[in-house]
């Protein structure tokens, strides 16, 4: 978290407001739970850098408590699809796994709809992992299609209430691809 001193005393400000998903994503909430998002080796932290090449395989995510009767489902999206000045299919919904027990990873859920890295193309894009406590292991019918997804609509539309936990990285395209070309 980032701190601010105000008058002698420290005012921390949420990482999750100041890359405003907290806005533009989700409503204001309380973490409640441990996750753990993991590309290889590295963990994604609030507001870290990944390019594509990094995210190309599906991550580790952990889920925390320690009742594996708890389900949880895990929303992965971008909402600055396709460019940040222009978010026009905002949120695109990269990855969605229901009926995750606790205390496990979303490779014990059900996938609804498959892991599919960030490529953009223009600007930095946010991606963000949010995670929703289900009230019971519960049927979700997969989304017609990814461009346009509403974390809350998709939360109010099957019960899930506020996140217990999320967490975003940007990404933006690798360097020296594309763009302009110098004559030979």
């Given amino acids: 978290m980032s701190s601010t001193s105000r008058g002698g005393g420290t005012i921390r400000q ?3 407001v100041v890359g405003r998903v907290i806005g533009d994503v989700l409503d204001p ?6 996750m753990t ?7 994604v932290s609030n507001g870290c850098e990944f390019k594509p090449s990094q995210v190309v395989n599906q991550p580790r995510v952990d889920i925390g408590g320690n009742d594996l009767g708890d389900f949880y489902t895990l929303v992965m999206v971008d909402p600055d699809a396709p460019s940040p000045t222009d978010p026009n299919l905002r949120e695109y919904l990269h990855w969605l796994v229901t009926n995750i027990p ?3 990873s979303a490779s014990f859920g059900q996938e609804i709809i498959c892991y ?11 991606i963000v992992f949010v995670l929703f406590r289900q009230l019971e292991q519960e049927m979700v019918y997969t989304p017609g299609w990814r461009q346009n997804f509403n974390t809350r609509d ?3 539309l099957y019960n899930l209430g506020s996140p217990v936990a999320a967490v975003y990285f940007n990404c933006q395209r690798e360097r020296g691809s594309g763009g302009r070309r110098r004559p030979t």
């Fill in 154 to 156: 998709f939360a109010e």
């Fill in 14 to 16: 949420d990482p999750l």
């Fill in 116 to 126: 599919e890295f960030p490529r953009p193309s223009m600007g930095i894009h946010r």
């Fill in 37 to 43: 998002v993991v590309y290889g080796q590295r963990e």
């Fill in 29 to 34: 909430f309380t973490r409640t739970l441990d």
């Fill in 102 to 104: 606790g205390s496990t």
